[in-house]
């Protein structure tokens, strides 16, 4: 694993997102993991300012979205499929056709994970899977447990989890969904390349897990210590639990394939 401290998150996102673009120029089609939440909003909006510059064209990558909420239609607010057209789909030269998503409105969940991850197998794999953490340490919605699943599934989303996504439904969490679709860890581990992206100190305990931690399902992203390439793009708050952290400015290599 490695981790990339950085003293702001707003520098760790701009290069970040100069490293994505770079990665798109070198590889065209690359075919790109993405991912909501908080995390990742000032990648995306650095990617969305560079191809605005001219510096990232997307006409040719393909996408896959790693979650979304069960019954909720695209067009709701509170979808990822919403969130990723107000932050990023609608600003930049992405074709619609090579835009993937869980439909959380398919009739039969178990048949719409299986053709996710047919597509998903059909476009090679994911080049490039941007990622964020939860605190509890789930990564897209993989959530602690028991056992861990391979497959694309529907997953039971945690009491924690749901508050944290409270504000996209009006600050009541009984509008929150009780359950979302999510890819699984087999496309995680089988991402050519994994860049997690974890800022403020309420992250730092799921970082010291996902890094230096057992490998249990307890904490899902302490499985990214079997993958061979793995970036963390840190701010000092969330590395605050990593054991010989380097604080000096950090300086990415080539992200992409
Ligand atoms: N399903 C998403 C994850 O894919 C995301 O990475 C994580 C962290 O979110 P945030 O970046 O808002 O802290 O929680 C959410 O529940």
Known sequence: MNPRVFQTEQEAASTCAARIAEAVRHTPELVLGLVTGRSPLNVYRNLVELAARGALDLSRATTFNVDEFLGLPPEDAGSFRAYMDRHLFRHVNLSTERIHFFDGCAPDAEAECARYDAALAAAGGLDLLLLGVGPNGHIAFNEPGEVLTAASHRARLSRETRLSHVMAFGDDPSKVPMAALTLGM???????????????????????????GPLTPRWPASFLQLHRDVELWLDTGAASGLQGRGLEEARPRHIGT
Do not use: I, S, Y
């Not at 730092?204 to 890094?211: E, G, L, P, Q, S």
């Open 186 to 212: 087999a496309a995680v581990l089988q991402a050519r390349k994994v860049v997690v992206l974890a800022f403020g100190v309420n992250k730092a305990a799921a970082v010291t897990a996902m890094v230096h």
